[in-house]
């Protein structure tokens, strides 16, 4: 279905369509100035040239825990609870090959990030038990349905829905990653920092010791294509994730380990640098703008105070919808696409500039 997607807007763009992409969740705002100039500092570092580790860099992982501390309030220790990734997907995979044998049960949420189900689950030959995630749930997934499952994935803010988690399911969920110890519980907390107004999206490891939290710098720096994150959590989980990536990479390049720690340093307490704050604001603004007009278009829209990301319902079959918008040259994505509870939906991911938002609002009223 993407692949199909992919060839129609190709083959629009190459007769001169000026078509407006919703569709992919890749920032179009560039990296703040200081993590350029960062990288390019530490690109000229006298070891930057070496191999790194598959656990990272010890003095970037020590930045880790000092940020981990004044964001969450978490103590980490940076020399067993800190493992440096290429991105959140790798970390995920990575993680996944680490404790899924075939045959082995994954909790996977849906609709959700595809690489739960299908990076973890289906490259190790494991099975996938599907987690509904529903308007009238809350989009929380039921927690009974993770019982005897070797490995449980969550994600809040949420991807695609862009729904948070109340305190009363992080409480829940801490318990239930205290009382099944067979179960690996990770948390996808990859929009953590893409937050708007108020709210504040607490780190999951403020409830329990016993998980594993993934997190990325490619959405709060705008720096997705330099693939860069970090992995926190159980000294044992941590371990046995350091112990596949050593098959699998030499970890991420120095230069771009020290440009995050840079990034991350810039933090005072839970307080984001001026960067951030900006970011934040620009797609805040996006953000509130979008809803509203989708809501005026008649779209059943989900609310949210966080990610990038707008779901909204447009009937019980959206490919009729997302292909009459591709016809006006405005591509969303069908929610299909991330479980098939998704059907029904469309997500726009929030990365064009607002003067082209308003444009494919226009487009699609």
């Not at 990479?249 to 001026?274: C, F, K, N, T, V």
């Not at 009937?315 to 299909?336: H, K, M, Q, S, Y």
Request: charged fraction near 20%; charge should be negative.
């Amino acid at each position: 279905m993407f692949a199909d997607l992919e060839r129609k807007i190709a083959a629009k763009q190459a007769a001169g369509r000026d078509v407006i992409n919703l569709g992919i969740g890749d920032p179009d705002l560039p990296p703040p100035d200081s993590f350029t100039k960062s990288l390019q500092m530490h690109a000229a570092d006298a070891d930057a040239h070496f191999y790194s580790s598959s656990r990272g860099d010890a003095g970037v992982r020590k930045t880790i825990a000092a940020y981990f501390k004044g964001r969450f309030g978490v103590e980490l220790d940076p020399d067993t609870q800190i493992c440096v990734v290429l991105g959140g997907k790798e970390g995920l995979s990575s993680l996944g090959r680490a404790f899924v044998n075939p045959g082995d049960v994954v909790a996977a949420p849906s609709p959700a990030y595809p690489v739960y189900a299908q990076g973890v689950a289906t490259l190790c030959d494991g099975e996938v038990r599907t987690m509904p995630l529903t308007k009238e749930n809350g989009f929380l997934p039921d927690l009974h349905l993770a019982e005897g499952a070797r490995m449980m994935f969550v994600n809040y803010p949420n991807n695609p829905t862009g729904a948070i988690a109340t305190e009363l399911f992080w409480q829940q969920l801490g318990d239930f990653a205290d009382m099944h110890p067979e179960t690996i519980v990770c948390h996808d907390h990859a929009y953590s920092e893409m937050t708007f107004g108020d709210y504040v999206a607490p780190s999951f490891l403020q409830y329990t010791e016993n998980a594993v939290e993934m997190h990325s710098l490619s959405k709060v720096f705008n720096a997705t294509g330099f693939r860069i994150g970090f992995c926190v959590g159980r000294a044992d989980y941590i371990s046995a994730l350091v112990k596949a990536k050593s098959q699998i990479d030499s970890g991420a390049p120095l230069m771009i380990q020290r440009a995050m720690a840079d990034g991350l340093a810039g933090y005072r307490g839970a307080e984001p640098p001026q960067s951030v704050v900006e970011i934040r604001k620009i797609y805040g603004e996006r953000r509130a703008y979008t809803e509203r007009a989708l809501t005026e278009l008649g779209l059943d829209v989900i609310q949210s105070p966080a990610t990038f990301y707008v779901w909204a319902r447009v009937g019980d079959d959206e490919l009729p919808f997302v292909a009459r918008a591709l016809d006006n040259d405005i591509v969303v994505t069908p929610g299909r696409g991330f479980g098939k509870e998704g059907v029904g939906y469309i997500r726009l991911a929030l990365t064009q500039p607002l003067e082209r938002i308003k444009m494919a609002m226009g487009r699609l009223g």
